[in-house]
């Protein structure tokens, strides 16, 4: 299975590193799609369906944790999961990020293998990209 991932970063050479890094990292990327900012995202969003973003925080216009506070309010895109990725490390700043809804926080530098374990587990599936068993009962289940 492969999944539509948006890498949101006002740097094209950050864009261009992080979807070669996604590449190289063996998950299982259809499409990847890219914005400058976090305004730019939600016009992507606006025309195109993905799995999972990966969004800087710091970028002008709108940034990653203003970029939350929108997806939130959309019925929609809320439900997309989020991977914060930064040059800042600080609890204080991944705290605020995960209390926004993001579920996924790297930090940069970072190693494909690092970036492939966090996509897998914000999207729910096994190392090797196929979806975990869904050991709910039906009582647990919306259906």
């Known amino acids: 299975m492969s999944f539509n991932v948006l890498i949101v970063d006002d740097s094209n050479a950050m ?7 996604v590449t190289i990292s063996g998950f299982q990327m259809d ?6 900012n976090g305004r730019e995202a939600l016009e992507v969003l606006a025309e195109n369906w993905v799995d999972v973003i990966i969004s800087d925080i710091n970028m002008p216009e ?5 970029l939350l ?3 939130k309010k959309n019925e929609t895109l809320k439900e997309i999961p989020v991977i914060m990725i930064t040059t800042e490390g600080s609890s204080e700043r991944m705290q605020e990020a995960f209390k926004r ?3 996924g926080f790297i930090k940069k530098p970072f190693l494909p ?8 587990q914000v999207i729910g599936v096994s190392e090797n990209g ?4 869904d050991t709910r009962t ?3 289940c919306d259906f």
């Open 130 to 133: 196929e979806y975990k068993e």
């Open 69 to 71: 506070d929108q997806l």
């Open 113 to 120: 293998e690092d970036i492939r374990k966090v996509l897998h």
């Open 62 to 66: 709108m940034n990653g944790l203003e």
């Open 31 to 36: 499409q990847c799609l890219q914005a400058g």
């Open 15 to 21: 864009r261009a590193v992080i979807k070669k890094i």
């Open 101 to 103: 809804g993001a579920k």
């Open 138 to 140: 039906t009582d647990e």
